[in-house]
């Protein structure tokens, strides 16, 4: 198989240049790539060429037509090239949905492939969870082929606010390589409480949640195979990360353990847990950091002390701990001091 990339530089950089795929032109023969570029010649003065196929991500089919990737355990760093977080794909019998796209626009190229490996259909529609980076920065290659991204309505406006800073840290944490040709996503399709996308005879049901893990948490539910893709609703080994809502975010979480699905995608870990006890991991760590943020509280504990006491039970139970855990303490403090 062949596709085309060009390749792209940022101007200072000390090794600033990557193959940037363009997607579409796939064809099982070199004659059959060029032949397709001669046809549909890219809008980019850029030289674009045929060259065999590039990387794939490793996807796991968790049930018919629902692939996901499992992300690695670990913060985004030059080794795994921000491969942090789950990526899916779920397909119909009309077109294919992306769910999350990645941390970096290798992971977005590399996912697409992952796609054409397995389906001709077109990509129709992406779908971003939350607007945390290493779940959303892989979603140019999709769109230029077409798709429409989807996202919770506060999406555009939070991103906006947080976009700089994402790309600065990560040009920093993962090499500015890997990050050439980024594109901050852009949801076209904001969903306000509910909407329905169909696949073709495959109908996905997209809720967006109030604040919770972030401000704009979507999970999404594919009726064909009862999945619910649950973003960083759900942690699994991953300690949770707390950006938004500690109250809200046990609510929502109480909520969806109401409900019967056959497997949860959590947005790390797993890939596939039972529910409703792929949950309780999350669910429990929430409810000591709680107990314990309201006990400092009380007790009058000043925060700098109280982030070193809060939830340190948990640490032996997760993964990151350290990285994650007074942070999230400060955010709990901050939420819950006035209450």
């Not at 080794?79 to 990645?102: K, P, S």
């Not at 490996?117 to 290493?134: F, G, K, N, Q």
């Amino acid at each position: 198989m062949f596709e085309v990339i060009l390749t792209l530089c940022l101007a200072g950089a000390d090794d600033p240049c990557r193959d940037v795929l363009l997607p579409g032109y796939e064809a099982a023969t070199r004659a059959g790539c060029e032949a397709a570029l001669v046809a549909r010649p890219p809008a980019t003065a850029a030289e674009a060429r045929c060259v065999p196929l590039g990387e794939a991500l490793a996807v796991e089919e968790i049930a018919p037509g629902v692939f996901v990737h499992l992300g690695k355990i670990a913060e985004p760093d030059a080794a795994n090239r921000g491969d942090a977080a789950n990526l899916a794909f779920v397909v119909g019998h009309a077109g294919v949905a992306v769910i999350d796209t990645g941390t970096a626009p290798w992971m977005g190229e590399a996912l697409w492939r992952a796609v054409r490996a397995r389906t001709d259909l077109p990509v129709s529609h992406v779908i971003v969870t939350h607007i945390h980076p290493d779940h959303i920065l892989g979603t140019a290659p999709f769109v230029t082929a077409g798709a429409r991204v989807w996202g919770h309505e506060r999406f555009n406006r939070a991103l906006a606010d947080r976009a700089g800073n994402y790309l600065e840290s990560l040009n920093r944490e993962i090499g500015p390589r890997a990050m050439v040709d980024a594109q901050v996503p852009v949801v076209s399709d904001p969903v306000v409480h509910r909407a329905e996308i169909d696949l073709g005879g495959r109908v996905l049901v997209l809720e967006a949640w109030p604040m919770a893990h972030t401000g704009t948490d979507l999970t999404v539910h594919d009726l064909s195979s009862d999945t619910l893709f649950a973003g960083d609703l759900v942690f699994d080994t991953h300690v949770p990360a707390l950006d938004g809502s500690l109250r809200g975010w046990r609510a929502v979480l109480a909520g969806l353990q109401g409900r019967a699905f056959s497997r949860v995608v959590p947005g790390h870990g797993g890939p596939s847990l039972d529910w409703p006890e792929g949950g309780a991991a999350t669910a429990r760590y929430l409810s000591v950091l709680e107990r314990d943020t309201r006990a400092a509280i009380a007790e009058g504990v000043r925060l700098g002390e109280a982030v070193t006491r809060i939830a340190v039970g948990e640490a032996g139970a997760w993964t990151l701990f350290e990285a994650y855990n007074a942070r999230n303490a400060t955010v709990a403090f901050t939420e819950l001091e006035w209450d």
